[in-house]
């Protein structure tokens, strides 16, 4: 029979509006943190890292708070544009170089 | 910088056959990862390589999946024989010593086996 897929959390947003796209991550001793947005048919790409000796990073439109006290991982998108409508990972890593993905956050920029 | 150059793009095969997927990493990048992404499962890691010795295979499904790297410009992962729940996108990407700690993905491979 048809496997069930993964029911991806949705964010629906209107253009022009701020979006906050939150993740829980699992291994407390992981030292960083990567945000990587995934398009249609394409491979996931890179966004925004921060360390986990920081709470806090900016960039280009993008701001990712890192909350270690309960494992949570945000990020926030300024003035949404139609652009940024995309799958959102995000991912831990430590002193192993592998990457550990979450399950991702669908987000929909509304007209 | 061409980035990360996986072939094909698409492949449709019948169950039973041989597939072989294709990866160029940036140059001078000494990581190479292999990630398989479904519905059902996410993105999940297949196999990584540093200086083209395999590290960690432990995600590598079956023995039915194999995976070379036989120079820093070029790796491999095959699945022989393919079956039906082999379809997913597999991706490659490779991360360097000095880049940001990110990886840089590739654009995927669509393998569908019917």
């Known amino acids: 029979g048809e496997n069930v897929g993964l029911h991806l959390p949705t964010l629906s947003v209107q253009e022009g509006d701020n979006s906050i796209i939150n993740c829980a991550y699992s291994?407390?001793?992981?030292?960083?943190f990567i945000w990587y947005k995934q398009e249609s048919g394409k491979g996931p790409q890179f966004i925004i890292d921060?360390?986990?000796?920081?709470d806090k990073r900016q960039g280009q439109r993008v701001t990712v708070l890192l909350n270690k006290t309960v494992k949570h991982l945000s990020l926030q998108i300024a003035a949404t544009q139609p652009g940024d409508s995309a799958v959102y990972f995000c991912a831990e890593g430590g002193s192993a170089r592998q990457l550990t993905f979450g399950s991702g956050t669908q987000l929909t920029v509304l007209p | 910088d061409a980035g990360v150059i996986q072939s094909p793009r698409h492949e449709v095969t019948e169950m039973g056959q041989e597939v072989t997927l294709r990866c160029k990493p940036i140059s001078g990048h000494d990581y190479l990862f292999w990630y398989r992404q479904t519905m059902m499962r996410g993105l999940e890691l297949l196999i990584y390589f540093n200086n083209n010795v395999p590290i960690d295979d432990s995600g590598m499904p079956e023995d039915r999946f194999s995976a070379k790297m036989p120079n820093a410009s070029f790796s491999t992962l095959k699945i022989q024989p393919s079956e039906p729940r082999d379809s997913a996108v597999y991706f490659c990407?490779?991360?360097?010593?000095?880049?940001?700690?990110?990886?840089?993905f590739g654009s995927g491979t669509r393998l569908t086996v019917v």
């Open positions: 990407a490779s991360s360097g010593q000095v880049s940001r700690r990110g990886y840089t």
């Open positions: 921060i360390r986990s000796n920081m």
């Open positions: 291994n407390s001793a992981s030292d960083y």
